[in-house]
Every structure is written in C-alpha cells, then in structure tokens.
Nanobody, 119 residues
Framework: QVQLQESGPGLVKSSQTLSLTCTVS??????????WHWIRQPPGKGLEWMGL???????WINPSLKTPTSMSRDTSRNQFTLRLSSVTLEDTAVYYC???????????WGQGTQVTVSS
C-alpha cells in the first residue's frame, strides 16, 4: 500500500519561504499514471487544491493561489516538494500530500502537517 508522510517546519515567519516534503513509500513516484498532489485546509475553511506533479515530472499549480507556489521532486529519494515563496498569514493551514492514479482513484493521503505563519 502506498503511504505518504509530510514533513517541514511547523512555524514560519511572514515573507519567508516555506518548503514541505512528502515522502512516499510502498510505490514509486515515477510509476506511470501516478499523480501526486498538495492540498491544504486553512482554519475554519474547506480543502484547497494547490497543485500536482505527474509521474513524468510535469507540474500543475492552482492559478488562484496568491502566494507564488512551485513543486518539484527528488526521484532518488521518492519525494516531492511544495514551495511557497514569501508566505503570508493566509498560508496558515494543515497541508496534506496525496497520491492518485490518473483518473480519480486515490491511493492514499498523508496525515497532514500543521503550518503556522507568524507576523
């Protein structure tokens, strides 16, 4: 079974860069048709899809995000990374990584990691 685990700083200051890593086990991030997502949930709000990285490395970022966002991967470590540049208080949220087989079948989600942005 594919498992995912988020890691990163729990607290960052406004205007700093936030980097979160998702480590995947039980499957390779380069497996054909596997797609890897970042999703977050701000306090008191619903889930917000942030972006994905495909098995081949192509990324798609939610264009409605206000904070400059990018994704990358390290295939040697079977990890993918989310980066937010110059975070604001609005980026405070629980961040989840998730895996999907292209077509809508979820493999699994990570347990989530709380990120708090301080002023």
């Amino acid at each position: 079974q594919v498992q995912l685990q988020e890691s990163g700083p729990g607290l960052v200051k406004s205007s700093q860069t936030l980097s979160l890593t998702c480590t995947v086990s039980g499957g390779s991030i380069t497996t054909n048709n596997y797609v890897w997502h970042w999703i977050r949930q701000p306090p008191g709000k619903g889930l917000e899809w942030m972006g994905l990285i495909e098995w081949g490395g192509t990324t798609w970022i939610n264009p409605s995000l206000k904070t400059p966002t990018s994704m990358s991967r390290d295939t040697s470590r079977n990890q993918f990374t989310l980066r937010l540049s110059s975070v604001t208080l609005e980026d405070t949220a629980v961040y989840y990584c998730a895996g999907e087989i292209g077509g809508g079948h979820w493999l699994n989600w990570g347990q989530g990691t709380q990120v708090t942005v301080s002023s």
